[in-house]
């Protein structure tokens, strides 16, 4: 059998795994900090509530997965981690507002297989439901900024409104009922460039002039307050350009910022204020690693009754992981930080190491009973930093043989003094 995992998946060796886990921990507690509440859903949800128009979409559905269980009803693996909120918001009305959550999950989506994009991911999500202040997007945004400052990343972070772009639709003519349309092709901008959105923008049936029309105006340059200067001439009493004033108000109150970039549309459909998308700087990683935004009908669709504004960010942990693993000089491969070796004391030593696990200290012992050189061959493959031998000699004198690894130094140490240093320095 020639064994493969599937396309657009992949495997985690141990140190790869320990970097993922690191990643989680890190934006966990980031999260945390922010006052977020861990929740979880299942990987598989009805598929009507995945396709339900209040959800992501056409685009996305052309990616979801779809299967039948033994019952013959229809189910499909989540896309995204924000549907299944609002559909647990939505069978608890009860829930107290502002409901603060983050998630952390895999998903998935049968789409393209690129570099850094796979059909299998784990997202982290952040999201408030409850409020429409936009005192709550910026805060968003300063917990992304947080984040990826623990990772010693710089970040580009951008921001748009889609209000601005319907207000902007609206003021370049193109009829309320293909806007959703032009909006996803505005999205693909970036990626494939003017003459694709144009040739899209021509087979919806936009002439030319709303399409330069549409064109200039949403690649204003310019600072954020001449962007919003030129288009105060331009649009009037538009909430989505107020909204984002607010927003970068908010920010500065802060001490944080972000690029207003009138040309952002995300493509989910169920957007409907802030959308929210942040690239890395100095990285091979080009494709976002956290975007998200405000859709506040969202909740309340599903519902089928009352207003559930809402507002969240979604982290994409394997673009990180790329990302973390590219400028990282060294791989651990396991979190044991000693490896216990004992030398026909395999009784005595098993003790001792659950003395050392119940101190807190993760700790390894060899149960092969191979000679010493082949130990320390074995915990340096790890990178295990310390070695404890335990022989007859030590075990007379009520001592234990403590290795430095990195630098060689051995002493003989009681093991109530290997604990305490050893906990000092991971402490």
Do not use: H, W
Not at 257 to 281: N, Q
Not at 371 to 390: D, Q, T
Request: positive net charge.
């Amino acid at each position: 059998m020639d064994l493969q995992i599937p396309k657009g998946t992949r495997d985690f060796s141990p140190e790869e795994k320990i970097v993922m886990d690191k990643i989680v921990s890190t934006l966990k507690e980031v999260f945390e900090l922010y006052g977020y509440a861990p929740l979880d859903t299942p990987i598989l949800e009805r598929f009507d509530v995945l396709a339900s128009k209040y959800a992501g979409g056409a685009e996305i559905l052309k990616e979801t997965f779809k299967l039948k269980d033994q019952g013959n009803r229809e189910l499909g693996l989540r896309y995204d981690l924000t549907v299944p909120l609002a559909r647990y918001v939505g069978m608890n009305p009860t829930i107290k507002i502002p409901f603060k959550r983050y998630q952390v999950g895999e998903v998935f989506r049968d789409g393209p297989v690129a570099s850094a994009r796979y059909r299998q991911f784990t997202q982290c999500d952040v999201d408030v439901v409850g409020s429409s202040s936009m005192a709550v997007d910026a805060e968003i945004i300063a917990l992304i900024y947080v984040a990826f400052c623990k990772f010693n990343f710089e970040v580009s972070i951008k921001v748009n409104n889609r209000k601005l772009l319907n207000d902007i639709l609206n003021y370049c003519g193109i009829e309320k009922s293909k806007q959703e349309n032009v909006i996803l092709s505005i999205d693909k901008l970036e990626k494939l460039g003017m003459n694709v959105v144009k040739n899209e923008l021509k087979e919806q049936k936009i002439d030319s002039d709303k399409t330069d029309k549409i064109l200039n105006i949403i690649n204003i340059k310019g600072s954020n307050n001449e962007k919003i200067s030129q288009l105060k001439k331009i649009l009037k009493n538009s909430d989505g350009l107020n909204e984002i004033e607010q927003l970068l108000g908010y920010l500065k109150n802060l001490n944080f910022e972000a690029e207003f970039d009138v040309s952002l549309a995300r493509g989910l459909a169920y957007y409907t204020g802030t959308v929210i998308e942040t690239f890395l700087k100095n990285s091979s990683v080009k494709s976002s690693v956290c975007a998200g935004g405000r859709y506040d009908n969202m909740i309340g669709a599903f519902l089928g009754k009352g207003n559930y504004p809402a507002v969240g960010v979604s982290f994409g942990v394997d673009r990180i992981y790329d990302a973390v693993v590219e400028k990282q000089k060294t791989k651990r491969k396991t979190n044991s930080k000693v490896y216990i070796i004992p030398i026909k004391t395999l009784n005595q030593s098993m003790k001792i190491a659950q003395q050392l696990r119940d101190a807190g200290i993760n700790t390894d012992i060899d149960s092969m009973e191979r000679g010493p050189s082949k130990n320390l061959e074995y915990a340096n493959s790890l990178g295990i930093p310390y070695v404890i031998f335990v022989g007859k000699k030590e075990l007379e004198q009520n001592k234990l043989k403590l290795r430095d690894m990195k630098s060689g130094k051995e002493e003989m140490i009681s093991i109530d003094d290997a604990i305490s240093k050893i906990k000092l320095i991971y402490s």
